[in-house]
């Protein structure tokens, strides 16, 4: 599902895409670490996209 959003983006795209999601990451740990995280699920899908876009990156290269 998620895979084919990751697909069709190059490799630079990838790369800013991961970054992205790492900032995102970081920002929900703080949250989950505070309280605020209501659906702690969220963390789980945001570690499986980061996985899922350096899969991508690998298989560029």
Do not use: C, W, Y
Request: glycine content about 2%; overall charge positive; hydrophobic content about 35%.
């Amino acid at each position: 599902m998620a895979e084919k959003k990751t697909e069709s983006l190059k490799k630079e795209e990838l790369q800013s895409k991961l970054v992205d999601l790492k900032k995102t990451q970081m920002n929900q740990r703080f949250q989950h670490a505070a309280g605020q995280l209501p659906k702690t699920h969220v963390l789980r899908k945001t570690r499986r996209e980061i996985a899922r876009v350096k899969t991508q990156l690998n298989a560029a290269e």
